[in-house]
């Protein structure tokens, strides 16, 4: 054998006894974003999670999150699953803010070791959002009757449709601040002492950048992933690992977005609002 592939299978055996590091991309809102567009749930976080946790000769496992927020039981349960690998594997997790990592993007980043930002990252957010529409004066004026049958009498709390109630309101407030004392303890639990500032400044859903982010104690400091890892692990090889691709995306590749498919056949915006929710409520920061 010529020096040429000695050399090429040395190196190929080097790579192979080489620590890694597995890096996680979190992009896009959490919880169930709709017909053809990206969400982060446990069911889509879940294979990759596993699978970077299951890398040979691990080192560490990156988590890169680039998330507005969502869905505060999604949020919880990635971050749960998170601790649990990490625990198993007995690997740490480190997480890196990007454009955004605010409400429940956040509290995902909360269940890491170590939190690093940009200078430029958004971070915090540490509140919780209503929103909904109020259509009741709109049927009115174009005469519409709206029929709406229920058994119990909070069912249909705070119906589009309907005029709104005041008790209602104060039954919404009630939910969202149980929602906030959850985050709020969660925040406390993961950071600890290193929060420097004022519960009053800290956790009124607010967001900072990310020195401000660092200086408050929601962060652990500034830096860029790569940098960072270099610095932390440089013998380690980073190993990326990407979420499997939907059928439909694999069958379509590069022809069509599966986004703009699925645009291209949703009608019926009416009937999908008398469809939703009143109210959604969540741990997404509203810019």
Sequence with gaps: MTAGPLAAVGKKFAKSRAEHVAVVRLDGPIGAAGMGKHGLTTDTVEPVLKRAFATDRLKAVVVVINSPGGSPAQSEYIAERIRQLSAEKGVPVLAFCEDVAASGGYWVACAADEIFAAHTSVVGSIGVVSSGFGFSALLDRFGVQ???????????????????????????????????????????????????????????????????????????????????????????????????????ARLVGNQMSVSGLAEGLTSGVIAAIDRAPAVRTGFLHRD
């Design 146 to 248: 709206r029929r709406l049958y229920a058994t119990g009498e909070n069912k249909a709390r705070l119906d589009t449709f309907s005029p709104e109630v005041a008790e209602d309101v104060e039954w919404l407030k009630g939910l969202q601040g149980q929602l906030h004392e959850a985050f709020i303890a969660w925040v406390r639990q993961r950071r600890g002492k290193k929060l420097t500032a004022s519960d009053e400044e800290l956790f009124n859903g607010d967001v900072w950048v990310g020195r401000r982010a660092a200086e408050l104690g929601l962060v652990d400091g500034i830096g860029v992933m790569r940098s960072v890892v270099a610095e932390r692990y440089p013998d380690a090889e980073i190993t990326v690992i990407e979420a499997p691709k939907p059928l439909l």
